[in-house]
Every structure is written in structure tokens, then in C-alpha cells.
Nanobody, 118 residues
Framework: QVQLVESGGGWVQAGGSLRLSCAAS????????MYWYRQAPGKQRELVAS?????????AASLKGRFTISRDNARNKNTVYLQMNSLKPEDTAVYYC??????????WGQGTQVTVSS
């Protein structure tokens, strides 16, 4: 089992920045890729970014350049970050962390709210 806890969400004015963190605990050795998703009110959950165990990254095309995903795989630690710059009101959403464990297991965090005011 893997537990994920997100933090770093909050309120920010348009143009500002936030850094989200997602700390994994439990069977962290089983984790391969990690992801950030978001879900805005009335919309489907969408993939924001992903990062593989070796550090390869992918981004939603619309967010590339403003958002950066990174990962700390230091001993006994597995934390993924999402640096969000030049935030826009349309970035307002609940942001979720996901980890891929040994197939077919996937684990989700509880989400952290990001609100961007105009």
C-alpha cells in the first residue's frame, strides 16, 4: 500500500506562483511513475503532468512552459512537486497526486485546492 499526501495549495492572484508537494509513504519502493491531475468544478479530471522513475516528464500541451513537475527519490523518500507559475483563473481546480505501483495498483491523494483570482 502507498499513501499520498498533497500540500501547498491555496489562494493566489493571477500571475502568481504556487508549489504543490505530494509525499508518498508506505511501499514507496513499488512506485514507478507519479502524476499530477486536476479537476475543475463541473469538469472531468485531467492529466497535468507525469514523471517517470528515471525522471522523464510529460505535460499537458496547454500547460507546458508554465508548470514544472519534479521528483525527489532520495533514500526512504518519494516526493513529487508541481511548480506552477503565471497562474490563471482557469487553473483553479482541485489538484490530485497519483502514483503507479506494481501493476495494476494505482494510488491517489486526497487533493489540494488551488484557487486563482483575477
Amino acid at each position: 500500500q502507498v499513501q499520498l499526501v498533497e500540500s501547498g495549495g491555496g489562494w493566489v492572484q493571477a500571475g502568481g506562483s504556487l508549489r504543490l508537494s505530494c509525499a508518498a509513504s508506505g511501499s514507496i519502493d513499488s512506485i514507478s511513475a507519479m502524476y499530477w491531475y486536476r479537476q475543475a468544478p463541473g469538469k472531468q479530471r485531467e492529466l497535468v503532468a507525469s514523471i517517470g522513475s528515471g525522471g522523464s516528464t510529460n505535460y499537458a500541451a496547454s500547460l507546458k512552459g508554465r508548470f514544472t513537475i519534479s521528483r525527489d527519490n532520495a533514500r526512504n523518500k518519494n516526493t513529487v512537486y508541481l511548480q506552477m507559475n503565471s497562474l490563471k483563473p482557469e487553473d483553479t481546480a482541485v489538484y490530485y497526486c497519483k502514483a503507479s505501483g506494481r501493476y495494476p495498483y494505482e494510488y491517489w491523494g486526497q487533493g489540494t485546492q488551488v484557487t486563482v483570482s483575477s
